[in-house]
Every structure is written in C-alpha cells, then in structure tokens.
C-alpha cells in the first residue's frame, strides 16, 4: 500500500492504484468501516481526486470485488502435469492463501456483501454483479478441475462432484475463517481427501467416473495426498 507520497498518474493507473489500495484495506476490515478519507490517504491523494475516478466507495467497492475475483479464479489454474492428487493439494494452497490474505473480503465476496450505498441501503444492482462475479470464479475453477480430469463432456454425475466439491472449499474456508480452529494445512488436505471420497461414491454409480478414478489411483504415487486417504481408511477399517 502506498502511503503520503504523491505522483503523476495517468487515469488507468490511478484507477487500478485505488482499486488496489482500496482491496487492501476491504480485505482487512468490513467495506462499511471503511472510508474514502482512508483510501485517499492510503493512495497519497485528495478525497476529491478519489470521487474524481469513482463516483463513490460502492463503485470502487465493486471494482476492488472484481479485481479479487479474477485473483481468485487465477488460483485454480495449474500445470495438467504429474498426479492429480498433488496438483489438487497445490491448488488448495494458492486457495488458502487468496482465504488467509484476505478473509473480510472473500467473506464478502462468497456472501455477495456488505455492499451499502450512501444511502444505507443494499444496492440491488451490486449483489447482483456480485452474484455473478462469484459464478465467474466457481465457473472458471469447475473448469479447470475438468481438464484436470481430462474431461471434455461430464456426466451428470461427475459434475456434480465437481461443483459439489468447489462448493465444499468455499463453506470450509468460510467456517475456517470464523476462528481458524483446525490447522490450515490440514484442511488443505482434507478438501483433497473430500474430493476423492465424493468421486469414489459417484463412482460406484458412474461409469465415465469409475473409469477417471481408476486412471487417477493409477497415477497415484504411494506418498501422494490420494493414497494417504487410501492408508488413513484402512487403518480405520482396521
């Protein structure tokens, strides 16, 4: 964050400076504790100069929640090489870290708000732009998982574990945030065991899904995050 000093910009520059500055004091605290006088001194300019690129903190509430979705949905994408365990549990990690870096704002972001206009009350508009941001991230994050996957047409069923799982990773950073009880890397790890469990359920029902979880174990390295599952359950069973 940039503080006190000031230079020329030009208006893109200045636009995308305060968007950042403005993300990173969202992702600390609530956007409604949070002011213009704050963003103009944490950016080095005037508050007039601020209204100057946006009409008003809801409008660069909005740009700041567009910028983090698109960080977001950037976390999901990984190299389609080695185990698809290990690729997974990376993934989780970038995941974790968007989560730890900015927990009021991914709050915000997965809950569609706070997002209050001067007036006081909720802008219609901005929860539904809102809403439509968070589809672009799940959209773009179930997609990547499918080309994990190597899979181009999905059953009904392999879709379902896929945005099923996304939507786990979503409420387990959620509740995750709220205290941060359980370590994170265990919860990384988990969301990868999660995975593997609702696709080895499907899979009893699903034959294209059989086929993917027979190709995956078959990759599975004896120390990777999906053998691991494999250990932990038939110790339990034991």
């Known amino acids: 964050m940039t503080t006190g000093v000031r230079r020329r910009m030009g208006v893109e520059e200045r636009r995308q400076q305060l968007i950042g500055v403005a993300l990173e ?12 006088d704050e963003i103009a001194a944490a950016a080095g300019i005037s508050r007039p100069l601020v209204y100057h690129y946006f009409p008003g903190k809801l409008s660069l509430y909005e740009a700041a929640l567009k910028r983090a979705a698109e960080d977001l949905a950037e976390r999901f994408q990984e190299p389609r090489e080695g185990p698809l365990g290990a690729r997974l549990l990376r993934v989780m990690g970038r995941f974790f870290d968007f989560v730890d870096e900015h927990g009021p704002g991914f709050s915000a972001l997965m809950r569609g708000g706070p997002a209050v206009s001067a007036g006081g009350a909720c802008s219609m508009e ?16 179930y997609e990547q998982i499918l080309a994990h996957l190597d899979v181009l047409v999905p059953s009904p069923r392999l879709e379902l574990v896929v945005r099923s799982w996304i939507s786990l990773a979503e409420a387990t950073a959620l509740i995750w945030l709220d205290g941060r009880r359980i370590p994170r890397a265990e919860l ?42 494999l250990a932990r359950l038939a110790a339990l069973m034991s």
Do not use: C, K, M, W
Request: charged residues 20%; hydrophobic residues 50%; aromatic residues 6%.
């Open 25 to 36: 004091l969202f992702s600390h605290r609530s956007p409604d504790e949070v002011s213009i």
């Open 126 to 141: 901005t929860v539904s732009a809102t809403n439509a941001l968070i589809d672009s991230v799940r959209q773009a994050a």
């Open 188 to 229: 990384q790890l988990q969301l990868v065991h999660d995975f593997a469990a609702l696709a080895a359920v499907s899979a009893a029902y699903d034959p294209q899904l059989a086929r993917v979880l027979r190709h995956t174990l078959a990759d599975e390295p004896a120390d990777g995050p999906f053998a691991d599952l």
